[in-house]
């Protein structure tokens, strides 16, 4: 027992040791032999509750004391929406490239030299399977852009286009990380000179795991290999905001008189498509939270946005995580729970967690909380009368959850966009993801990449280009559609409006083709594209892709999941590209160019089929 070890304490930790015996943690002890045994073990011991004290808002005190009440009210089998009636909420409604649309882009592109960037990206995606960090997957592999690139690039383009040429300011970005990914994410970072951001940018704030807890009295679990360790397991995304506010970087912000703050995950290639519409509309409508939406299809494995009124009057539009939402319409006459609707959408609005928050009531009410963040415990029990554990348990907490403590007054609001637009992560395995019901979203790495060309493909096509269908093919097990390979960098395509400027003329795409606009000017003007054309050029050149570029292109070919010759990025999404031929034009000197012009334009290599 602790004995003679306690006058080895500073008062501080002795101080922390009284707390863990006046909270019921004497076992944490029980084993101790006395001093000069273990002595840098128990040190180690004393320094990690330290540290689990000091990275909850309120101290581990305040942990085990949430935990009583949480595992009480789960063991009682206690309803958490008890008094609550769902109703479906509602909210903005965008359509892509409509007037409203455009004027929300716009609106949102001048507000985003007062933004901020949050990037949750601590998660390890056991659902994926993937041996690395999520944010280091090419998003797509025609140009192998990873998703933290993308991202970066996504909010330099926007730096550049709010300023306006105009004294730049520079946007910061935050990224969450945890002990996963931490070391991993700041690696790509600095290997590839952060993508083009200024490394001050960008601030990395690591979240701590938190104390498992192994029976009903929320006594703290002990590794049973070593004990000196409490065992810890991840908290949730919702840290992020305890960790903003203890970092006194919103302080710093708003000093700066930033007005925004935008979180969002570690893997959808789509998002900031949506970025600048959904900002224009917080700034429009002087959203404090502005959630953005999909149509959810029903059981899809994304939360609901839900209106829940309580029987004394209160109200709330609140994320309804999709494990809780059948149970809770069933329990309140929705007799069927979740199901789609007749146009084959559930009611309720998909959650995709884009959360844009204004700064100054968000500082307001994380002062009063401290950050904290209404939690949940999910333990799975090993007795029908819920007295043990199969497995230790802990509190979790999810970052969309911030609303849940604010007062009436709040201005809440949600943006419903069009999932094709918006909406692709990539979250599951090639097993799990083909046994997705029919119809139902993948959120695989096959869909996610496909996602990229059909958003990319239905945009050109908006804008005038004749793109063809594309085709549907099996991958990985799931049926995906496959439409010409095209992307373009943020700072090409950055709004509708953007991209409709650089495109003019009658232009073509064929469905086998590729197209990669890797530079700022270029304009696509009477182009017919049949293979593979990528266009790389220098900011300070203005390049026309027009006439007939025809190659044999890159052929797509399936590659299986379990073939472990082939790198894992390509086993997961059940397909690579064989680059047989294509017009790779690259200008790296100012001045107008056409492609056209381009020595190889057109040579026979290039010509051939
Ligand atoms: N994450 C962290 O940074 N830390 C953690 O401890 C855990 C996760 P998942 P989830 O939009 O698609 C969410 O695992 O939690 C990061 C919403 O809750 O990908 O199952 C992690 O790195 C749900 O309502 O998702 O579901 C990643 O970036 C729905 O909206 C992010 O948190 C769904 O996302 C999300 O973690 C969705």
Known sequence: ??????????????????????????????????????????????????????????????????????????????????????????????????????????????????????LVAGGLGERLGYSGIKVALPAETTTGTCFLQHYIEYILALQEASSQGKNQTQIPFVIMTSDDTH???????????????????????????????????????????????????????????????????????????LKWVLFFQDTNGLLFKAIPSALGVSATKQYHVNSLAVPRKAKEAIGGITKLTHSDGRSMVINVE????????????????????????????????????????????????????????????KDARKNEFKSSTRLECMMQDYPKTLPPSARVGFTVMDAWLAYAPVKNNAEDAAKVPKGNPYHSATS?????????????????????????????????????????????????????????????????????????????????????????????????????VQNKGWTLETVDHKDSKEPEVLRIRGFKFNKVDQLEAKYTEPGNWNISEYPSFGSSKFRAR
Request: with cysteine.
């Open 1 to 118: 027992t602790l004995g003679d070890n306690f006058s080895l304490l500073s008062p501080k930790q002795q101080e922390l040791v009284k707390m863990l015996l006046d909270n019921g943690q004497e076992h944490v002890f029980r084993d101790w032999p006395g001093p000069g045994v273990d002595d840098d073990k128990k040190k180690a011991f004393i320094d990690q509750v330290t540290r689990l004290d000091s990275s909850y808002p309120g101290g581990l005190q305040a942990y085990i004391k949430n935990a009583k009440q949480l595992l009480a009210d789960s063991k009682a089998g206690k309803n958490p929406f008890d008094g609550f009636t769902p109703s479906v909420p509602t909210g903005e409604t965008l359509t892509f490239a409509d007037e409203n649309f455009i004027k929300y882009e716009e609106a949102g592109v001048q507000e985003a030299q007062k933004a901020a960037f949050v």
């Open 183 to 257: 070391g991993r994410t700041l690696e790509l970072l600095e290997s590839n000179s952060y993508f083009g951001m200024q490394p001050k940018q960008v601030t990395l704030l690591k979240q701590e795991k938190v104390a498992c807890l192994e029976d009903n009295d929320a006594r703290l679990a002990l590794d049973p290999q070593n004990k000196y360790q409490i065992q810890t397991k991840p908290h949730g995304h919702g840290d992020v905001h305890s960790l903003l506010y203890s970092s006194g970087i919103l302080k710093v912000w708003n000093d700066a008189g």
């Open 322 to 381: 999709y494990n809780q939402l059948d149970p809770l319409l069933r329990a309140s006459g929705y007799p069927d729970g979740d199901v789609n609707a007749e146009n084959g959408y559930s009611p309720f609005p998909g959650n995709i967690n884009q959360l844009i928050l204004e700064l100054g009531p968000y500082i307001e009410e994380l002062s009063r909380t401290g950050g904290a963040i209404k939690e949940f415990v999910n333990p799975k029990y």
């Open 448 to 548: 996610g990449e496909m996602s990229i060309y059909r958003a990319n493909s239905r945009i050109l096509k908006q804008v005038g280009v004749q793109v063809a269908d594309p085709v549907v093919q099996v991958l990985n097990g799931q049926e995906v559609e496959v439409w010409p390979r095209i992307t373009w960098k943020p700072k090409w395509g950055l709004t509708y409006s953007r991209i409709k400027s650089k495109v003019r003329g009658k232009s073509s795409i064929s469905q086998r083709s590729t197209l990669a606009i890797k530079g700022q000017n270029i304009f696509i003007e009477n182009l017919s594209l049949d293979g593979a054309l990528i266009i790389d050029a220098v900011d300070n050149a203005e390049v026309n892709a027009s006439g007939s």
